[in-house]
């Protein structure tokens, strides 16, 4: 059976992450829809910080902060990749066959209990949703290379079965995967100048999505009334909780400094307090989280009015320094 790869330079033993996912990030890993983007447009060659302005427009939905995404159409606005849905009518491994060996890349959901990069977490101990982009598939040896969170991996063997859904019969009570195919075949590498404009004018497009009224307040008043189930339920719901909430805020605005710091790298002025504001909301949150963690464990009080305090400022510094900088 033959071997279908889309980028054939890849080596996942040899493979090095983008400075977004170094050891010395506040969050090495964002989420995993966000972090196989950056890691997939590093390994195009072309620049992921271009990309990264729709972090700005989270905002908290309730139970949760936005999953934040890159946004499929600017995807293609500054690097021509176009992404669309994959319908799963047949076995994945199919779906995946054909469109590698047509140059495509296959971005589907997967379950992390079979996927060896998440040792030490869900590798073989608790099955999870999450997605991967398929890149490299040998069928015959049973390997599969593919992106993930923070890197590119390979997986083989069992592993490979389970996550194709070899073992069993196709089952009608099995809902399909969502699937999407993504076309690098019209991908354009723009100057730096170029993208760098582009890259402005969607900032100004997401401003206009931005909440109108400050979520860390609301933020502080849902995690008031939430604490003491968290503290009931125990530190397994408290982290579920907490990668729906504190991670998303506190990794969104971390690439949300990031973007704005290539911005102002290229030219762009006034964006300074903003950078400032928005690394403050990423420390405040992991160390948030980390105490929170603390505090479900002994279930002792939680009170952090000044991290609540700081992150409420921050949040209307930066984005009233946003709006002073792209008004001109």
Same mark, same amino acid.
């Given at each position: 059976?033959?071997?279908?790869?889309?980028?054939?330079?890849?080596?996942?033993?040899?493979?090095?992450?983008?400075?977004?996912?170094?050891?010395?990030?506040?969050?090495?890993?964002?989420?995993?829809?966000?972090?196989?983007?950056?890691?997939?447009?590093?390994?195009?060659?072309?620049?992921?910080?271009?990309?990264?302005?729709?972090?700005?427009?989270?905002?908290?939905?309730?139970?949760?902060?936005?999953?934040?995404?890159?946004?499929?159409?600017?995807?293609?606005?500054?690097?021509?990749?176009?992404?669309?849905?994959?319908?799963?009518?047949?076995?994945?491994?199919?779906?995946?066959?054909?469109? @590698?060996?047509?140059?495509? =890349?296959?971005?589907?959901? /997967?379950? %992390? &209990?079979?996927?060896?990069?998440? $040792? #030490?977490?869900?590798?073989?101990?608790?099955?999870?949703?999450?997605?991967?982009?398929?890149?490299?598939?040998?069928?015959?040896?049973?390997?599969?290379?593919?992106?993930?969170?923070?890197?590119?991996?390979?997986?083989?063997?069992?592993?490979?079965?389970?996550?194709?859904?070899?073992?069993?019969?196709?089952?009608?009570?099995?809902?399909?995967?969502?699937?999407?195919?993504?076309?690098?075949?019209?991908?354009?590498?723009?100057?730096?100048?170029?993208?760098?404009?582009?890259?402005?004018?969607?900032?100004?497009?997401?401003?206009?999505?931005?909440?109108?009224?400050?979520?860390?307040?609301?933020?502080?008043?849902?995690?008031?009334?939430?604490?003491?189930? @968290?503290?009931?339920?125990? =530190?397994?719901?408290?982290? /579920?909780? %907490? &990668?729906?909430?504190?991670?998303? $805020? #506190?990794?969104?605005?971390?690439?949300?400094?990031?973007?704005?710091?290539?911005?102002?790298?290229?030219?762009?002025?006034?964006?300074?307090?903003?950078?400032?504001?928005?690394?403050?909301?990423?420390?405040?949150?992991?160390?948030?989280?980390?105490?929170?963690?603390?505090?479900?464990?002994?279930?002792?009080?939680?009170?952090?009015?000044?991290?609540?305090?700081?992150?409420?400022?921050?949040?209307?510094?930066?984005?009233?320094?946003?709006?002073?900088?792209?008004?001109?």
């Amino acid at each position: 059976m033959p071997r279908y790869v889309v980028l054939e330079y890849l080596d996942a033993s040899q493979y090095t992450r983008h400075a977004l996912h170094a050891d010395d990030c506040t969050w090495t890993e964002k989420n995993c829809y966000a972090d196989l983007w950056i890691e997939l447009l590093h390994s195009l060659k072309l620049d992921p910080l271009a990309a990264l302005s729709f972090t700005i427009a989270i905002d908290f939905e309730g139970d949760q902060w936005t999953f934040f995404k890159p946004v499929h159409d600017e995807l293609h606005e500054l690097y021509g990749v176009d992404v669309q849905e994959l319908t799963v009518w047949r076995p994945l491994i199919d779906h995946a066959s054909e469109h @590698l060996r047509h140059g495509k =890349l296959v971005s589907t959901e /997967a379950d %992390a &209990f079979w996927l060896p990069d998440t $040792a #030490g977490t869900d590798y073989r101990n608790k099955h999870s949703k999450t997605t991967i982009v398929l890149n490299d598939l040998d069928i015959e040896h049973q390997r599969l290379g593919y992106f993930h969170n923070a890197g590119y991996y390979q997986l083989h063997g069992e592993d490979f079965v389970k996550t194709f859904r070899l073992d069993v019969a196709p089952d009608p009570t099995f809902l399909p995967l969502f699937a999407e195919f993504v076309r690098i075949d019209k991908r354009v590498q723009r100057s730096p100048h170029e993208l760098a404009t582009r890259a402005w004018t969607l900032l100004a497009k997401h401003l206009q999505r931005v909440p109108s009224d400050n979520p860390f307040t609301r933020f502080r008043e849902r995690f008031a009334n939430d604490l003491t189930e @968290l503290q009931t339920q125990g =530190l397994a719901f408290y982290h /579920a909780w %907490a &990668f729906a909430a504190t991670r998303q $805020a #506190g990794a969104a605005f971390e690439l949300a400094a990031a973007h704005l710091r290539w911005l102002s790298s290229h030219g762009y002025k006034g964006l300074d307090s903003a950078i400032e504001a928005f690394d403050v909301i990423s420390v405040d949150n992991k160390a948030f989280i980390l105490k929170g963690a603390r505090s479900v464990n002994s279930r002792r009080p939680l009170d952090l009015p000044a991290t609540f305090d700081r992150m409420e400022a921050a949040w209307a510094q930066g984005i009233q320094a946003l709006r002073r900088a792209v008004q001109g």
